[in-house]
């Protein structure tokens, strides 16, 4: 009889969307003339730009034809016309990240939770909390041995390291998600200082990226010294350039960023991956990554901003509400993400059951993110913008009740 990896039983029943999914089912069900806006999932909702869908269809059309048809792509790491442009856009906002640094995968989730792969089960994770699930939940299904690092409403959601703490794996994620919160370049200089006291690894989200504003907030890790001999970075254009339902992303591991194997020899963290994706990966399709090379095109660039800066002004619409209502938040400047208090002292369950029965607007509950969730409560801005407006409209009312 086959045995199972009983680390999956440690997991929670079931992923926190699927909870909130079953519970906005059965309020419809029993309310089907609920007018119900769903502010929960981070999904975007503005269509793809016109000149990327025209890429990908000229590279559709491509298949079709004998001299132009595309199999397997060698490396399986992306075509070298894609992260060329992944490597250019990083240069115009200040940053070297070399292509052959860079890797191509179907979307930040993955790699997040596959680069676990190639480090040892006895890796000690260190975690910031609240945290994306995905980081928690891909280690505990290995065994490892998760601790955590308290983001709270006293260090605004940026949790700091602490020097008495060891650690081998540190996941890092600005913008953040769910938090909102951001890391300026003197903070992430004490993590990356941290890291290599510890000898430790960043795992580093940049999958918001796009979302900055502020100068003193960096878009990459790599923006920062030193961050190349202890960082991998992972973005995704998922919420960059509404690539939800296509599913594309980078990786960048630097050629600086080595360990020390247990007879002595130095790896390679990049040879190491490309090992574990030649086996488990082959790669994204060609017409989606002409599709994302279009991306990084001025008019691409142009199309995509157009959409963020639509997402934005729903964050400040939230954002706005939120500061009517005296309500404490962090996000909705430099993310698209708006973490509030929940009022009166709610637990976030109890706060996302009182906001769907009573105003038919669904939020995703602070606690389904970690401890320090407990009590606060995510909305996103991916909405339609009078759909946001009117959310915020009922929002105001049930408060005021």
């Known amino acids: 009889m086959p045995s199972v990896n009983e680390n999956f039983l440690k997991l929670e029943k079931n992923y926190l969307f699927i909870n909130i999914a079953k519970?906005?089912?059965?309020?419809?069900?029993?309310?089907?003339?609920?007018?119900?806006?769903?502010?929960?999932?981070?999904?975007?909702?503005?269509?793809?730009?016109?000149?990327?869908?025209?890429?990908?269809?000229?590279?559709?059309?491509?298949?079709?034809?004998?001299?132009?048809?595309?199999?397997?792509?060698?490396?399986?790491?992306?075509?070298?016309?894609?992260?060329?442009?992944?490597?250019?856009?990083?240069k115009s906002f200040g940053v070297d990240v070399p292509a052959d640094d860079i890797r191509i995968n179907d979307g930040a989730k993955s790699d997040c939770g596959n680069i676990v792969d190639i480090f040892g089960d006895d890796n000690v994770v260190l975690i910031t909390d609240p945290a994306y699930p995905v980081y928690v939940d891909t280690n505990l299904m290995?065994?490892?041995?998760?601790?955590?690092?308290?983001?709270?409403?006293?260090?605004?959601?940026?949790?700091?390291?602490?020097?008495?703490?060891?650690?081998?794996?540190?996941?890092?994620?600005?913008?953040?998600?769910?938090?909102?919160?951001?890391?300026?370049?003197?903070?992430?200089?004490?993590?990356?200082?941290?890291?290599?006291?510890?000898?430790?690894?960043?795992?580093?989200?940049?999958?918001?990226?796009?979302?900055?504003?502020?100068?003193?907030?960096?878009?990459?890790?790599?923006?920062v010294e030193g961050a190349k001999e202890c960082a991998i970075e992972m973005c995704s254009l998922s919420k960059t350039a509404g690539f939800t339902g296509m599913r594309c992303g980078y990786t960048v591991i630097p050629k600086e960023l080595t360990v020390t194997a247990s007879d002595g020899t130095e790896v390679s963290i990049s040879q190491l991956w490309g090992r574990r994706e030649g086996s488990k990966f082959n790669g994204v399709s060609y017409p989606v990554q002409c599709a994302a090379a279009a991306v990084f095109t001025p008019e691409g660039l142009k199309q995509t901003r157009e959409n963020i800066e639509y997402y934005q002004n729903n964050a400040r619409t939230i954002a706005n509400t939120l500061d009517e209502l005296g309500i404490k938040y962090t996000g909705g400047?430099?993310?698209?993400?708006?973490?509030?208090?929940?009022?009166?002292?709610?637990?976030?369950?109890?706060?996302?059951?009182?906001?769907?029965?009573?105003?038919?607007?669904?939020?995703?509950?602070?606690?389904?993110?970690?401890?320090?969730?407990?009590?606060?409560?995510?909305?996103?801005?991916?909405?339609?913008?009078?759909?946001?407006?009117?959310?915020m409209e009922r929002l105001k009312k049930l408060l005021s009740e």
């Open 23 to 90: 519970k906005v089912n059965a309020f419809t069900s029993a309310h089907p003339e609920a007018d119900v806006i769903r502010m929960g999932i981070g999904d975007v909702t503005l269509p793809i730009a016109k000149c990327v869908v025209y890429a990908m269809k000229k590279g559709a059309d491509e298949m079709g034809v004998k001299e132009t048809f595309k199999g397997y792509e060698d490396s399986g790491a992306g075509y070298d016309f894609l992260k060329e442009a992944v490597s250019g856009y990083y």
């Open 142 to 223: 290995s065994g490892r041995k998760v601790i955590y690092c308290d983001s709270n409403e006293e260090n605004g959601f940026a949790a700091m390291p602490d020097e008495n703490v060891k650690c081998d794996l540190i996941y890092l994620c600005s913008p953040n998600n769910p938090t909102g919160s951001v890391y300026t370049k003197e903070q992430l200089k004490v993590w990356i200082e941290y890291a290599k006291k510890n000898n430790a690894i960043i795992i580093y989200d940049s999958a918001y990226e796009a979302f900055i504003t502020d100068e003193n907030v960096p878009r990459s890790i790599f923006a």
């Open 333 to 391: 400047k430099n993310s698209p993400y708006i973490w509030l208090k929940c009022p009166n002292g709610m637990g976030s369950w109890e706060f996302f059951d009182l906001l769907l029965e009573k105003a038919g607007v669904v939020g995703t509950p602070g606690a389904g993110f970690g401890k320090n969730g407990e009590g606060w409560f995510r909305l996103t801005a991916f909405g339609d913008k009078d759909r946001t407006a009117e959310a």
